[in-house]
């Protein structure tokens, strides 16, 4: 019995797909109304999720607890961790 699954590695491929599709990859499709200064804000986004993605290298180097963002809000504070869970989950929702 030949029962094809998908592994971890799609699971992960298919999932960041979908993240990236909706985030910055889309970002020109759906500024490309507003002109030229489109190129403005997608360079400023990029920036942005470079900044972001440093931030965290160096937090992962420095506390490699498992996590993400929420572990290190913890870290400072309970009420903090508590509110950025309840924001991510919030964000992830399809309203």
């Given amino acids: 019995m030949n029962t094809k699954k998908i592994g971890l590695v799609g699971c992960c491929a298919i999932v960041a797909g979908n993240m990236m599709g909706s985030g910055i990859s889309m970002l020109p499709a759906n500024l490309a109304v507003i002109g030229s200064i489109t190129i403005l804000s997608w ?3 990029i920036i942005g999720a470079l900044g972001l993605a440093y931030v965290f290298a160096k937090l992962g180097a420095i506390d490699p607890e498992e996590g993400g963002p929420v572990a290190y809000a913890m870290e400072v504070s309970p009420i903090l961790g ?7 989950f919030l964000c992830q929702l399809d309203w």
Avoid at 82 to 88: C, K
Wanted: cysteine-free; charged content about 0%; proline content about 0%.
């Fill in 43 to 45: 360079v400023l986004s």
């Fill in 82 to 88: 508590s509110q950025s869970q309840i924001v991510y």
